[in-house]
């Protein structure tokens, strides 16, 4: 057991930069997604077991994996913006002093609003057509085999909530930035006097 809880803080990112509240509770339910794997994996085996020793696959397991497992990947993107590991050209970030990083934070900020603006609204047609008919009539899109799930309709409403949760995320990270002071020796102002 010291050897799980040794591997547990090893992958535990100390270093991890987390900003906002916001950060803070997404990082925390990140640890709760992350069972979803082994659920999938347990399917997987309930899957392999059905279909090699008892001669009876099932139709199920497939679909049901890859939804989890595509669902934890977009979870992925606001932990991974949560806990400051996107992706940044370091090389340029690092060689400069912290004002012009307040600088860089804030028009990185400013460029993903932008960027996240465009695809929550891309996403809601996305899940605007995948939960309703032309007609306006409630039906969710399925996967089209012989259990049809839906699945799709689901992960196209997790894209958009992802979405959104990124562009507050980003928000609240440039307010963040804009409050820094350029100066990392000044106090920084807090409001409350």
């Not at 028009?107 to 996403?123: P, Y």
Request: glycine letters at 6%.
């Amino acid at each position: 057991m010291a050897k799980v809880a040794e591997i547990i803080h090893q992958v535990e990112d100390h270093d991890a930069e987390v900003r906002t509240g916001l950060d803070h509770a997404l990082t925390q339910a990140a640890k709760f997604f992350a069972w979803a794997i082994f659920v999938a994996f347990l399917i997987s085996v309930v899957e392999v077991v059905s279909r090699y020793v008892f001669n009876s696959p099932t139709f199920w397991a497939h679909e049901t994996t890859s939804f989890l497992i595509a669902a934890v990947f977009l979870i992925g993107g606001p932990v991974a913006l949560a806990r400051d590991k996107h992706i940044r050209v370091r090389m340029f970030y690092d060689a400069v002093g912290p004002k012009r990083k307040r600088v860089l934070d804030i028009v990185n900020s400013l460029i993903a609003l932008v960027f996240f603006g465009g695809l929550a609204f891309a996403s809601w047609i996305m899940v605007s057509k995948s939960w309703f008919t032309p007609t306006g009539a409630f039906h969710l899109e399925g996967t089209g085999t012989s259990w049809n799930p839906p699945t799709p309709a689901l992960l196209k409403l997790l894209v958009l909530i992802c979405v959104v949760v990124m562009f507050v995320q980003t928000l609240l990270h440039l307010i963040a930035a804009i409050r820094r002071p350029a100066d990392p020796a000044a106090p920084v102002e807090t409001g409350a006097e």
